[in-house]
């Protein structure tokens, strides 16, 4: 069991007025922090939280409660002080910026992308190219074809027409990169001028995006990934300070975007949604994204784990920076995420959020292991595989057998509905 540091509550007037939001000075490191005993947390479950975090590969972990630091734990060498890199998670932080363009009037999201970036930024016909929108880009449904050798490719010979705008959801790297272009084209800044004159002079969130092969990647500290929970916490308002300007454009980053992929924004995850797309498929999972979490949170989610959970219905914003938590390296580490908040929960003293399928007794499949078919009574209908690197399989139950010759050797936990309408999890081994 490991130590972890407490922090005193700072009582300001009443009650009420002490769970208002706190925001840090925008320079330096002061930050306001509060005792997760004096919260009515769980605190006995903070050392298995820790020690969790530890175990997958984690650098940083914070939880702010209404703004102030409740937990605040680092691995190894990294400290407050040290870089890391955002990934993935970095689109939620674009998004709000080309929100915050629309805002000044510099940009429309409902403008063809060709009139920021010039014609020819794709290899698409002028016809096909002028029918992609800056909206198209906030939400991967552009059409572009993200089986290209290089998905990741922002030259126009590698952003090729697949499908019409809009009716194709997929998680392509390219054209949301595109949307720096965009920004800049816009703007007439950088893209890192733009950040800090939006972003950092009004809130601290220090950081800069650099070129990181193909992708304009985020780098900043952790306690500025903090800063940017506590920022869409509060709506895109720092301190009384719209730095946003624009709340129906928060709600729609923030709410799903489209119908194919439900549990997407503009570059934001959404959690309780009935269903989900992951990265690199097609397939459409039932279920919401993060079971264990709350039903409201939003979450800015990278490849490794880098990721911000932000749940407005308690004021709570986690960040973890790190490596890989499942060694492989999934492009949002889904599994992950969930397993987490099963941790929080404890630390919370609540099951809010708990989807029934975790606190079901576990059925029982046949044969252990398994080759080519799997017998899990009661199972009907689709269900997710779910394997130890975090990626998802989409499987199908007839009569209570899956056909699992299609998966990877290896341990997968299975998500499906019995047939008493119940949602149901179940391990099962899969050998070659």
């Known amino acids: 069991m490991r130590p972890f540091a407490l922090a005193t509550l700072t009582v300001i007037g009443s009650a009420v007025h002490a769970q208002q939001l706190y925001f840090p000075p925008i320079v330096g490191n002061t930050w306001e922090t509060v005792d997760p005993a004096a919260l009515g947390w769980c605190t006995d479950a903070i050392p298995p939280l820790l020690d969790f975090v530890d175990a997958n590969n984690s650098k940083a972990f914070i939880v702010l409660k209404d703004g102030r630091i409740a937990i605040e734990h680092y691995t190894g060498t990294f400290t407050q002080d040290s870089i890391w890199y955002w990934a993935s998670a970095g689109k939620s932080l674009t998004s709000f910026l080309v929100g915050a363009a629309q805002a000044d009037g510099l940009l429309d999201i409902n403008d063809v992308s060709t009139d920021y970036l010039g014609a020819g930024w794709t290899s698409c016909t002028p016809g096909q190219e002028s029918n992609i929108t800056v909206r198209h880009q906030l939400t991967m449904t552009t059409g572009l074809d993200d089986g290209v050798a290089n998905p990741d490719c922002t030259d126009p010979a590698c952003l090729q027409f697949l499908a019409v705008p809009g009716t194709r959801w997929a998680y392509h790297n390219a054209p949301y990169t595109r949307l720096d272009g965009v920004i800049e084209g816009a703007t007439g800044q950088t893209l890192n001028g733009y950040v800090y004159s939006k972003l950092t002079a009004s809130t601290g969130i220090a950081g800069l ?15 500025a990934m ?32 489209q119908s194919l992929n439900e549990s997407y924004g503009y570059l934001w995850w959404l959690n309780g949604q009935p269903s989900f797309m992951a990265p690199g498929s097609q397939f459409v999972f039932t279920g919401q994204l993060a079971p264990n979490a709350p039903a409201d949170m939003v979450s ?29 390296g999934a492009a949002v580490a889904i599994v992950f995420n969930n397993e987490l908040w099963g941790m929080l929960n404890d630390v ?21 292991p398994a080759s080519t078919w799997i017998q899990v009574p009661g199972a009907t209908g689709s269900a997710q595989a779910i394997g130890t690197d975090s990626r998802l399989h989409a499987l199908s139950f007839t009569a209570g057998a899956a056909d699992v010759s299609g998966l990877p050797a290896g341990t997968y936990a299975i998500r499906f509905s019995a047939s008493n309408g119940l949602r149901r999890v179940v391990r099962i081994v899969v050998a070659r």
Do not use: H
Not at 209 to 223: A, I
Not at 236 to 255: I, K, P, Q, R, S
Not at 357 to 364: L, T, V
């Open 209 to 223: 995006y650099l070129q990181t092969g193909d992708n304009n990647v985020f780098y900043s500290k952790p306690r």
């Open 348 to 368: 919370f003293c609540t099951s809010t959020g708990l989807d029934p399928i975790e606190e079901a007794e576990e059925p029982i499949a046949s044969p252990v």
């Open 300 to 328: 800015a989610l990278g490849k490794n784990g880098q990721q911000i959970n932000v749940v407005p219905s308690q004021g709570i914003v986690v960040v973890r920076m790190g490596n890989a938590p499942d060694g492989t």
């Open 226 to 257: 903090a800063r940017f929970g506590l920022l869409a916490l509060n709506r895109g308002v720092w301190n009384g300070n719209d730095v946003l300007g624009d709340d129906a454009y928060f709600e729609a980053m923030t709410t799903p975007s």
